[in-house]
């Protein structure tokens, strides 16, 4: 038995059609997830993420390369991967006319589970995902995010090592999405292995063990998330809030390059590639006596992805 939940190698996916040139979607990408870890699988709109997700969950066959979950391969051993895994796909998947409680009861006998078993378990995920006072009702009158919230809680009734998630938290307000977050967590600190998709890469930087970043089917950044950060891109946030804030000192702030400057009322926000500049910068405003606070520190996770993504198409 290896550390790896997840190994994928070389994977390709080509979609063909009569009449239509032949499209590559997926164009040999290869990580490993490792067992018990929150791992993000990130890129822009039409990357290949959701035909990544459909080949590890043996809803499409790739092309060539190959994929395991826990060292079953998807194409040879569908059956023993779908026995090991749990998917929330980007669509709302929960009966609309049984109540919440019914929900858990129809999904927990589909997997085999006695009367006795769903109700143990049922207990723990309901007061996880805050949702004791839902049980009685119907899911056609829940919003959209409780919907979302109980089709994510389902998954984590049965005990299934791997749960891929796809764009879990999609619709949902603030209350439910740090519910659902924490929710996340807890069951990955138990152990079991979660793939995460998502647009909201705040949610990713504090979610995710690791991280991999895929564009037009290639992989342009994988590994921890220290590791992607620090990928040839030492990028700093700056931010300066002064009493009064000229416009000569602003254009003399644009002879450091940075990378994107934002003004709102006496405060400047700076995104910069040289430490040096950055120091340079809080020197210089110090000097002006009108400094009032300043911050420094690494940039976020989404400034990095905007910047690898930016500097890929540049190359491409």
Not at 183 to 209: K, P, Y
Not at 239 to 267: C, N, Q
Request: glycine share 8%; hydrophobic share 40%.
């Amino acid at each position: 038995m290896t550390d790896s939940a997840i190994e994928v190698v070389n994977l390709v996916k080509t979609y063909e059609k009569r009449g239509v040139s032949p499209v590559r979607a997926v164009k040999g990408i290869s990580f490993d997830v490792r067992r018990g870890e929150i791992f993000g699988l990130l890129g822009p709109n039409g990357a290949g993420k959701t035909t990544t997700l459909k080949i590890l969950t043996t809803l499409l066959t790739p092309t060539s390369g190959t994929a395991r979950i826990l060292g079953y391969d998807v194409v040879s051993h569908p059956v023993e991967v779908r026995r090991c895994i749990c998917v929330v796909v980007q669509e709302n998947a929960i009966e609309l006319y049984l109540s919440v409680r019914n929900n858990f009861r129809t999904f927990g006998r589909f997997h085999g589970l006695n009367d006795k078993e769903i109700e143990s378990r049922m207990g723990r995920i309901v007061e996880l995902f805050g949702l004791s006072e839902h049980l009685r009702v119907k899911g056609v009158d829940l919003s959209g995010g409780l919907k979302r919230r109980v089709q994510v809680a389902k998954m984590f009734l049965v005990d299934k090592p791997v749960v891929f998630l796809d764009e879990a938290t999609t619709g949902m307000d603030t209350f439910n999405k740090r519910a659902t977050i924490a929710a996340i967590r807890e069951e990955a600190s138990r152990g079991r292995t979660v793939v995460l998709t998502t647009h909201v890469l705040e949610e990713a930087e504090d979610l995710c063990d690791s991280l991999a970043i895929i564009n037009h089917g290639r992989m342009i950044a994988s590994g921890s998330k220290d590791h992607v950060k620090a990928m040839g891109l030492r990028l700093l946030y700056v931010w300066l809030d002064f009493e009064m804030l000229g416009k000569s000192y602003l254009r003399g702030l644009r002879k450091y390059k940075p990378l994107k400057m934002d003004v709102k009322a006496t405060s400047v926000e700076l995104t910069l590639q040289d430490e040096r500049d950055a120091l340079k910068i809080v020197t210089e405003a110090r000097r002006t006596g009108r400094l009032r606070n300043f911050e420094i520190m690494n940039a976020t996770l989404e400034d990095i992805f905007v910047e690898l993504i930016d500097k890929k198409q540049e190359e491409a």
